[in-house]
Nanobody
Framework: QVQLVEAGGGFVQAGGSLRRPCAGS????????CNWHRQGPGKQREGVES???????KYGDSVKGRFTISRDNAKNTVYLQMNNLKLEDTAAYYC????????????WGQGTQVTVSS
């Protein structure tokens, strides 16, 4: 069973930065598409960023220019770098891995809470 483990929650003031890691096991982050999703209070879950096996990335409009997804193949870890955080970025953040054997639902991490204060 693929496991994805995100780091503990983060608390930051607006305008600040956070970097969230997501460590994978039993599957390579380099060999599978990985992405980050988030769900804010009272909102639907939305895709934030994605990185493909080739390294190409896609960003949601709400985070473009502020968030960056990357991966460290040696550590089998995907990172979400969040800069210039806004109050509306407050959400539970989840990493997800899509594999050839599980291409629709994918495998999800347990989620990590990010809270941005004024």
């Amino acid at each position: 069973q693929v496991q994805l483990v995100e780091a503990g929650g983060g608390f930051v003031q607006a305008g600040g930065s956070l970097r969230r890691p997501c460590a994978g096991s039993r599957r390579s982050v380099r060999g599978n598409t990985c992405n980050w999703h988030r769900q804010g209070p009272g909102k639907q879950r939305e895709g934030v960023e994605s990185i493909s096996t080739s390294g190409s990335t896609k960003y949601g409009d709400s985070v473009k220019g502020r968030f960056t997804i990357s991966r460290d193949n040696a550590k089998n870890t995907v990172y979400l770098q969040m800069n210039n955080l806004k109050l509306e970025d407050t959400a539970a953040y989840y990493c997800r891995m899509v594999t050839p054997t599980n291409p629709i639902k994918g495998y999800w991490g347990q989620g990590t809470q990010v809270t941005v204060s004024s």
